[in-house]
Structures are given as C-alpha cells and as structure tokens.
Nanobody, 127 residues
Framework: QVQLMETGGGSVQAGGSLRLSCAVT????????MGWFRQVPGQERDGVAS????????IYTDSVKGRFAISRDVAKNTLYLQMNSLKPEDIAMYYC????????????????????WGQGTQVTVSS
C-alpha cells in the first residue's frame, strides 16, 4: 500500500521558514515526478513545486520562486519543501503528491498528473 505522510507544518511569523517533509512508503520516489500542492478552503488545489526526472528539473509556481526549494532524498525515500521568507498568502494546507513510475517524467504543477496524495499538513503565517 502506497502512503505519503507529510510533516513539518506549523505556525510561523511572516519572514520565517519551515521545511515540509513527505515520507513515502510502499513505493519508491525514484523514477517518478513528485510535487507539492496547496489548498485554501473554498479554492482549488494549486501546484507549488515539482520535481521531474533528471538534474535541474524543478519547477515552481511564480509566487514562490526564489523562496521555496523542492528536493528529494532517495536514501530516505522522502520529499522536502524548504519554505523561506514566508508570507501570509502562503497560508494553506500543503499536500505531497507522486506520479506514476515513468523514467521520462517531467515536472508538472497539474494535479491530474499525480496518482498518489498525502493527507496534508497545515501552514499558518502570521503578519
């Protein structure tokens, strides 16, 4: 059974940092696209960052470029999202997502390109 478990959310002041982790069990994070999404109640789930296959394959939504960094640790089978210079507009539930096994998978911010989802971790930023 594939499971994605996010941790690391919490409440910080504006300008602060958080690092989200997504521990994956039941499958490997290798050879598939991995991503982070976020959702505010009443709104659609939006792509934040994604990793495809190969070096330099990370992409980000414009609002987080230069502030967030996605990475993966293959040995720990874990995906990360380092979030710096947090703003109140970053408040959301953050979800980890994994695509199908595909050694040619490109990064994507489209939720339809992902098969597996975690339960989410809440991020709150106070001004």
């Amino acid at each position: 059974q594939v499971q994605l478990m996010e941790t690391g959310g919490g409440s910080v002041q504006a300008g602060g940092s958080l690092r989200l982790s997504c521990a994956v069990t039941g499958t490997t994070i290798v050879a598939r696209r991995m991503g982070w999404f976020r959702q505010v109640p009443g709104q659609e789930r939006d792509g934040v960052a994604s990793l495809g296959i190969g070096a330099g394959s990370a992409i980000y939504t414009d609002s987080v470029k230069g502030r967030f960094a996605i990475s993966r640790d293959v040995a720990k089978n874990t995906l990360y999202l380092q979030m710096n210079s947090l703003k109140p507009e970053d408040i959301a539930m953050y979800y980890c997502a994994g695509g199908q096994i595909d050694p040619r998978a490109y990064a994507s911010l489209q939720s339809n390109d992902y098969r597996y989802w975690g339960q989410g971790t809440q991020v709150t930023v106070s001004s």
